[in-house]
């Protein structure tokens, strides 16, 4: 029997990484197994754990190669329910692949990322990973100037609007992002 992808997304602040530990806390309360995963480069609450923003977290596995995944699961005594992957926007493309074997082999998937890059483009291959997922939730954020619905990053640098020339990968919080609405989000 095949397992399953869900794939949560949105912008910063929306609460990505909450929705992807809310829905851990119910495979512990089902007694299934997991494992949980999240790039090598976020280290920005803590080294070895998932954690939200409002400060709820889970131990996690930092990984700088989707390919780990697999080549923890082929060492272990026993069957994985679950593999969580948190930033996943972060990956590089074997993140399909390790999506597709894992999905293949019986296990739920439970993804989370931005979908967005701060220029509004896609980020990394998380489009892939939506079209590959049996339920997506697009979460909103609110809007730090206006407080409606927000549905993209802002990056900032000294408080204004970053140039749409920099890096699309700058890990950081609040000190360099900000959900905004698209009404205020600026092209710079």
């Not at 889970?58 to 969580?84: C, G, H, T, W």
């Not at 609007?161 to 710079?188: N, Q």
């Amino acid at each position: 029997m095949k397992g399953s992808l869900e794939v949560i997304c949105g912008p910063m602040y929306s609460g990505k990484s909450e929705e992807l530990l809310r829905r851990l806390r119910r495979v512990e309360i089902s007694r299934q197994s997991f494992f949980v995963y999240k790039p090598d480069i976020d280290t920005r609450y803590a080294s070895d754990k998932v954690v939200s923003h409002s400060g709820f977290e889970k131990e996690a596995r930092r990984i700088n190669n989707p390919y780990q995944i697999i080549a923890d699961m082929s060492n272990l005594p026993f069957y994985v329910d679950v593999i969580a992957i948190d930033e996943a926007q972060f990956f590089d493309v074997g993140i399909i692949e390790v999506v597709k074997q894992l999905v293949d082999d019986g296990v739920r998937v439970i993804v989370a990322g931005l979908d967005q890059t701060y220029r509004e483009e896609p980020f990394g291959y998380m489009p892939e990973l939506l079209a590959l997922a049996d339920h997506v939730d697009k979460l909103k954020a609110l809007c730090h100037l206006c407080w409606k619905e927000a549905t993209t990053t802002q990056r900032l640098v000294d408080g204004k609007p970053a140039s749409y020339k920099g890096d699309t990968v700058l890990v950081g919080a609040v000190e360099s992002y900000e959900a905004r609405c698209r009404d205020h989000h600026e092209a710079a």
